[in-house]
C-alpha cells in the first residue's frame, strides 16, 4: 500500500513563511500528479495546490502569489512553500497523490497554525 509521509507543519506568526514536504513510499508508481490540501474546523477539505510530473500546476485564487508548489520526481516528493502566511491560512494540510491506472493517496495530515 502506498504511504505518504508529511513534514513541516507548525505554528508560526501572521507574515511567517513555512514548507510542507510530502514524501511518497518506494511502491508508489504510475505517479500523474501531487497535490496539497486543507481543511479548517468545519469546513470542507478544499485544494490549495498540485502539479503534475510535467510540471503544470494549479492554485486556488486564495493562495496565488504567496504559495508555491514543487515536485522532485526522482524522489517521488512534493513540497508547498508558503509565504505571508495569514490566520486564514490556518488548517490542517493533506498530501494526495494522483496515479494513472491505480486509486490515489492520502497523507496523515500535518497541522499548520497561523497566529501572532
Known amino acids: 500500500q502506498v504511504q505518504l509521509v508529511e513534514s513541516g507543519g507548525g505554528l508560526v506568526q501572521p507574515g511567517g513563511s513555512l514548507r510542507l514536504s510530502c514524501a511518497a513510499s518506494?511502491?508508489?508508481?504510475?505517479?500523474?500528479?501531487m497535490g496539497w490540501y486543507r481543511q479548517a474546523p468545519g469546513k470542507p477539505r478544499d485544494l490549495v495546490a498540485s502539479i503534475t510530473t510535467g510540471g503544470n500546476t494549479d492554485y486556488a485564487d486564495s493562495v496565488k502569489g504567496r504559495f508555491a508548489i514543487s515536485m522532485d520526481n526522482t524522489k517521488r516528493t512534493a513540497f508547498l512553500q508558503m509565504n505571508s502566511l495569514k490566520p486564514e491560512d490556518t488548517a490542517v494540510y493533506y498530501c494526495?497523490?494522483?496515479?494513472?491506472?491505480?486509486?490515489?493517496?492520502w497523507g496523515q495530515g500535518t497541522q499548520v497554525t497561523v497566529s501572532s
Open positions: 494526495r497523490l494522483f496515479r494513472v491506472g491505480a486509486s490515489d493517496a
Open positions: 518506494r511502491n508508489a508508481f504510475n505517479i500523474y500528479a
